[in-house]
């Protein structure tokens, strides 16, 4: 395996345990257009999934522009109510291990600018990325492999050089497609259904011990 120069993260799910959140902000919205979502259609059809892929998904009946309005009203909810995340366990020890041996950082996430924000600033990693691609903002966001592939391309690396770090099948499968060795992280799903969904590497958290081994020299 060539010396690793970089790492890119996810981040709903990867840096921070977001999920619950996210499910009740949905539910909320949901509810107030007499609809409902179950645990089920949440994981397959929300978690990791682009505004534009949910909207379709869960609003058929709206057209594009009201899809904006809706998942807007939405994400303003999820800020509502994300007082108090934290970063996942070894997540900070992690990163400060790789910058300090020389890697670059990049965060690539389907969520959009505000949330972003809220949650760097919400679990102190704001300032800390080399990059940040926002695939919402993107013509083709995850699962298509263009945000990885776009920030590869900033940080001046290639795809067997860098690890990628995700928790959700379209995250997942556009990091296989960029070509990055992919590892996930289990918060939402069981170690054993992510390295069936193609991650190279499943572990519960950034504690793990094998996660450096990745890296390291």
């Known amino acids: 395996m060539p010396r690793i120069k970089a790492l890119l993260f996810d981040l709903d799910g990867t840096l921070t345990h977001t999920d619950p959140v996210h499910l009740r902000a949905i539910r909320h919205l949901m509810a107030e257009h007499g609809l409902s979502l179950s645990d089920e259609d949440f994981r397959l059809h929300v978690s990791g ?30 800020r ?27 965060l690539v996430t389907n969520a959009p600018r505000h949330n972003v924000d809220h949650m760097l600033a919400a679990i102190g990693l704001a300032g800390r990325f080399d990059t940040i691609v926002y695939g919402d903002e993107m013509t083709r966001p995850k699962p298509d492999p263009l945000p990885y592939l776009t920030g590869l391309q900033r940080l001046g690396v290639a795809a ?11 995250g997942l499968l556009a990091a296989t497609r960029a070509g990055l060795t992919t590892v ?13 969904l193609g ?8 504690t793990d011990p094998r996660l450096l081994t990745l890296f390291r020299s």
């Open 49 to 78: 999934r682009s505004n534009v892929d949910i909207g379709t998904r869960l609003f058929p009946n709206h057209d594009a522009a009201e899809h904006v309005t809706l998942l807007d009203r939405k994400e303003a909810l999820f």
């Open 80 to 106: 509502d109510f994300a007082t108090d995340l934290l970063p996942l366990p070894g997540a900070v020890a992690l990163m400060d291990e790789a910058q300090a041996a020389g890697l670059k950082i990049a």
């Open 160 to 170: 067997e050089e860098a690890l990628a770090f995700e928790d959700s099948p379209p």
């Open 184 to 196: 996930a992280l289990a918060t939402t799903r069981t170690e054993e259904d992510l390295l069936a």
């Open 199 to 206: 991650a190279d590497l499943a572990v519960p958290d950034f």
